[in-house]
């Protein structure tokens, strides 16, 4: 499935040229299975109750975004997720692969909670049973008290392993820790496909390729349900491709006018090709 859309933007300060422009939004199911994965999780029996710590990888690459969510869950058949009771905080730290001492992290553009002597470190207010998304780029190294306005990019490297800790601040030993390791690798792997945009020109004189692209990653990741999928164990993600491109000629520019195809092209050779001029679609504009 994909879609047009027309967005366009007109500068109001020079001068511009009349061109139609468009943009193609599609997704592919095939590639959505191999984006899936399983999450990683720690349970800690709190008050005889499940408490579990999960986020959505075992493993990130410096580029990556950790999704997390806590909760707890009574024992037995069909029983919901709840959000534990307290006064819940996260603490992010990194523990190098070279054996070095761990050190807290903190999170950019977040605001801490105040200074605790029972709990060093940076701290941030969660919630049970809510998703938090913390991209590596946004940690940061502790403040040196010598330039407290510094902004100084957490010095991660392969091998180091990030723990993430959530503790009931009413509660000393209520908390819950997870460590994710730190890759050189991407965690996000491209299709293994080639796409292309064929559109009819001339007004359906000629079919030409406006976009073309072999395993492009995607401009976004989208999560269905995504604290379902934590507590469930399996993360379901869809790529969104979004690629913006100017109409040609008449054919693109009467919206009301077919002039679009997909045409994918997998591994094994085998792909989808218009065979009339009805498998054309029109913009949603």
Not at 99 to 112: D, H, K, M, V, Y
Not at 124 to 131: A, L, P, Q, W
Not at 153 to 168: E, H, S
Request: aromatic fraction near 8%.
């Amino acid at each position: 499935m994909f879609w047009f859309y027309d967005l366009p933007h007109i500068p109001s300060r020079q001068r511009w040229l009349p061109v139609k422009t468009f943009t193609l939004a599609f997704g592919d199911p095939a590639y959505d299975r191999e984006l899936g994965g399983p999450t990683s999780s720690n349970q800690v029996g709190i008050g005889d109750v499940p408490h579990v710590l999960a986020v959505d990888r075992a493993e990130y690459d410096p580029a990556a975004t950790i999704h997390l969510a806590f909760w707890k869950r009574q024992k037995g058949l069909n029983t919901k997720v709840e959000k534990p009771a307290g006064s819940w905080a996260l603490i992010v730290q990194v523990v190098p692969g070279d054996g070095g001492p761990s050190r807290s992290l903190q999170i950019a553009a977040t605001e801490a909670k105040p200074s605790n002597p029972k709990f060093p470190g940076s701290r941030y207010v969660v919630e049970g049973c809510e998703i938090y998304a913390i991209p590596l780029s946004a940690l940061r190294e502790p403040v040196d008290p010598k330039s407290p306005s510094a902004d100084v990019p957490a010095k991660l490297k392969a091998g180091d392993r990030l723990q993430v800790t959530v503790n009931n601040e009413a509660a000393d030993k209520e908390q819950l820790t997870l460590n994710v390791g730190v890759i050189a690798q991407p965690v996000l792997p491209p299709p293994a496909a080639t796409y292309g945009l064929a559109t009819l020109q001339r007004v359906d004189a000629a079919v030409g390729t406006t976009l073309f692209a072999t395993a492009p990653l995607p401009q976004a990741i989208e999560y269905p349900d995504l604290l379902s999928d934590l507590v469930a164990g399996h993360v379901r993600r869809r790529g969104m491709f979004l690629w913006p491109f100017a109409g040609n000629g008449p054919a693109g520019a009467d919206s009301g006018h077919a002039f679009g195809f997909l045409v994918k092209v997998d591994r094994t050779g085998g792909g989808q090709l218009p065979s009339a001029k009805a498998d054309f679609e029109k913009s949603e504009s």
